[in-house]
């Protein structure tokens, strides 16, 4: 609430430094957004990080390739359930869409 205080009324667009800031986006935007202003443009760094990732380990993406993955979750170095308070975003959803019954 202090940093969209401090945000200027002219600001029209966000740069969402760290990806976990997409988790929360549209927080930042309903703290943000002036009520007369166009829609706040925010850029997030997810899809930039994952095209890192798959360049460094030598993969190109394919967007149509069928999910396959699973998920293990880490609780202080220990295998674990995801945590509740992540099924109150889409990404936590999907996570444990794919998660293991505990």
Do not use: N, W
Not at 67 to 82: D, H, K, Q, W
């Amino acid at each position: 609430a202090a940093a969209a205080a401090l945000t200027p009324d002219d600001v029209t667009t966000v740069v969402l430094g760290c990806t976990h800031y997409e988790l929360v986006a549209e927080r930042i935007r309903a703290a943000v957004q002036r009520p007369d202003a166009p829609r706040l443009v925010l850029h997030g760094s997810a899809g930039a990080v994952a095209a890192q990732a798959l360049r460094r380990i030598g993969v190109r993406p394919d967007p149509g390739a069928p999910a396959a993955g699973t998920l293990t979750v880490l609780l202080s170095g220990r295998e674990g359930a995801l945590p509740a308070p992540a099924l109150a975003y889409d990404e936590g959803r999907l996570l444990h869409a794919v998660t293991p019954a505990g």
